[in-house]
T-cell receptor, first 108, second 112 residues
């Protein structure tokens, strides 16, 4: 069993839909990162959180430390949100363990 | 403010050769970490440097090494290249460990 599990692996949505990507982990962590990777490889850090909830524009990330679970929500999805979303947990410093990623496709 | 710069962007090597990849962090960032991404294994942590000291190391063989200079620029070296070393190598910088990471565009290494 992987230390970091993401679901779903693939997600197709229509523009405007509310999207949720889930991440469960089995190890102790100091922080959890949500990353976005577009074709071509560039990775952007969306959120780093260790408790509670963070919001940036249409993106919301939550974490439940007791349940070892985090969710990334996208409200009013748009085709430009199409990308791979990756959950990563930090055990120590920048030593990250990554999930396999969720391929999101938003159709117009 | 310039972002994280990785050079070269693409690299082709043959088995047995060695390669050095470079990463220039955002000005003021003292932590640089390296990651390998392959279709089969996904993203994996290689190592992290902070103020010229290796802080963390992932589960990679000794052929993978790195260093950080006094200006925080970092290099990673892979010796005796194998076909399986073909991957996208990404570096990320942050002001300190356990802070938001800023990634470079990566170096795509192909080993023939």
């Amino acid at each position: 069993k992987n230390e970091v599990e993401q679901s779903p692996q693939n997600l197709t949505a229509q523009e405007g839909e509310f999207i949720t990507i889930n991440c469960s982990y089995s190890v102790g962590i100091s922080a959890l990162h949500w990353l976005q990777q577009h074709p071509g490889g560039g990775i952007v850090s969306l959120f780093m959180l260790s408790s509670g909830k963070k919001k940036h524009g249409r993106l919301i990330a939550t974490i439940n430390i007791q349940e070892k679970h985090s969710s990334l929500h996208i409200t009013a999805s748009h085709p430009r949100d199409s990308a791979v979303y990756i959950c990563a947990v930090a055990g120590s410093g920048s030593r990250l363990t990554f999930g396999e990623g969720t391929q999101l496709t938003v159709n117009p | 403010k310039a972002g994280v710069t990785q050079t070269p962007r693409y690299l082709i090597k043959t088995r047995g050769q060695q390669v050095t990849l470079s990463c220039s962090p955002i000005s003021g960032h003292r932590s640089v970490s390296w990651y390998q991404q392959t279709p089969g294994q996904g993203l994996q942590f290689l190592f992290e440097y902070f103020s010229e000291t290796q802080r963390n190391k992932g589960n990679f063989p000794g052929r993978f090494s790195g260093r950080q200079f006094s200006n925080s620029r970092s290099e990673m070296n892979v010796s005796t290249l194998e076909l399986g070393d073909s991957a996208l190598y990404l570096c990320a910088s942050s002001r300190d460990s356990e802070e938001k990471l800023f990634f470079g565009s990566g170096t795509q290494l192909s080993v023939l």
